[in-house]
């Protein structure tokens, strides 16, 4: 048998590769990006009607005075378009007895409303300031607005007249979710006024939670209260709906027989329980979407995560040239918008996920800056009764941001894809 009594490297020689290694860590982790992320403070309380409201503020935000304000709604358990059309409808001229919009109203007191409507959420959202002679007055038109809601008839019949509807999308959301509400829409030229006011009430029962932004001191905090109580009145906390149930196997449709002119997807996910698979989705996404317009050398493409419970999706829309058509028009019939995981460079080269782990990095510090960002990660990402809490996002985001590896995102993506619900739809006119 071999033997070798000497050692395999002299003690001079493995002193200086003992050297070398610790170097060449040190050099390594000097040269990679590292974030040092801001956490919140969170307090917490309800509305006189029983709304659990979320504050979050930062040292770093004294001295401003912008709030970001929403209030979050579980109202999709029936009547989809019906929704989104009330929602779209409610920032026109909604305010009794007045025939100006609501951000007419706001925009003087330094204030702006929007509405945002998707199958698993709807949201209500103002940016405001909270210098106490704007915010009282904000507040008050806030309540007008939501509780004395007036929807107009000629408001109504132009919206009609202007609407297109999204049919690829609705097409989609139809594949995705087969057993639900969304198989049985209505159309929007039969809905009513009365309708509108009818299911606005609706919706105000569902009320998930209120998230509130920015900094407040002793002469704002009572006042934003008691406007909260005001406005809410006529609101009840609702439970989010179950009843979503993702398609079992995947599937793809046509519309029109012309030249394919977008694609259409949509996948489910399951329920993010923390920080990893947050960042797995945004590193996912944003490289699944660069690869989908370089293998249709498209400009135009988005990509939207839900990450909302009860059921998270993603879906996307890539526009296709015609460019690209007429230079290969027989393959363009079978093309797919569909990427494996394991097929991205992300997933398979570790230089491709250190690039994007950057950019996401280099990203973050002016995010969590903002009040926006948190507004939307306490409505969007992290809420009540979710697996991932919002005080667990804000504590553990920054080292998790720091510590995120390649073997970790390859298998937080095989835990969170589920591949049987994909879907597309074929544009083709």
């Not at 300031?129 to 000629?154: C, D, G, I, M, Y």
């Amino acid at each position: 048998m071999f033997k070798r009594d000497k050692p395999l490297f002299s003690r001079p020689v493995l002193a200086v590769i003992i050297v070398v290694t610790t170097l060449a860590v040190w050099l390594l982790n000097l040269t990679s990006t590292r974030v040092n992320l801001a956490t919140p403070n969170i307090e917490t309380w309800q509305t006189a009607s029983g709304i659990p409201v979320y504050w979050l503020t930062q040292d770093d935000w004294e001295g401003s005075d912008k709030l970001s304000l929403a209030i979050v709604f579980n109202s999709n358990a029936q009547s989809p378009q019906l929704t989104a059309a009330t929602l779209s409808l409610l920032t026109g001229p909604t305010l009794p007895l007045s025939t100006a919009t609501i951000n007419q109203r706001l925009t003087p007191i330094a204030a702006a409303a929007e509405t945002r409507y998707s199958v698993s959420q709807q949201q209500i959202s103002v940016s405001l300031s909270n210098r106490p002679q704007f915010l009282t007055a904000t507040l008050n038109v806030l309540s007008a607005w939501l509780n004395k809601t007036q929807f107009k008839e000629a408001a109504l019949q132009s919206w009609q007249r202007h609407q297109r509807n999204d049919i690829g999308q609705q097409q989609l959301m139809l594949q995705l979710f087969p057993n639900s509400a969304l198989a049985t829409p209505s159309s929007v030229q039969q809905i009513t006024v009365k309708q509108l006011a009818q299911h606005f009430g609706f919706i105000k029962q569902q009320v998930s939670h209120i998230v509130i932004t920015g900094a407040l001191n002793d002469n704002t905090i009572e006042p934003l209260q008691q406007g909260l109580n005001a406005l809410t009145q006529s609101m009840q906390q609702g439970s989010a709906n179950s009843d979503r149930q993702l398609a079992t196997a995947a599937s793809s449709s046509e519309i029109g027989d012309q030249s394919l002119s977008a694609v259409y997807g949509a996948l489910g996910i399951a329920p993010i329980t923390s920080v990893t698979d947050w960042l797995t989705l945004q590193v996912w996404a944003k490289d699944s979407l660069q690869a989908q317009k370089k293998r249709f050398n498209s400009q135009t493409g988005q990509w939207q995560l839900h990450l909302e419970s009860p059921q998270a999706f993603v879906n996307w829309q890539i526009e296709t040239p015609q460019s690209v058509l007429l230079a290969d028009p027989a393959s363009s019939q079978s093309h797919t918008s569909w990427i494996a995981p394991d097929q991205l460079p992300s997933y398979q080269e570790q230089a491709a996920f250190n690039a994007l782990k950057d950019q996401l990095l280099q990203q973050l510090p002016a995010l969590s800056q903002n009040p926006d960002w948190w507004r939307a990660i306490a409505t969007s990402v992290a809420m009540p009764k979710s697996p991932l809490s919002l005080n667990d996002f804000a504590q553990h985001y920054s080292e998790a941001a720091n510590s995120f590896t390649i073997e970790q995102y390859r298998q937080h993506l095989e835990q969170l894809l589920i591949p049987s619900s994909r879907q597309e739809v074929l544009i083709k006119l």
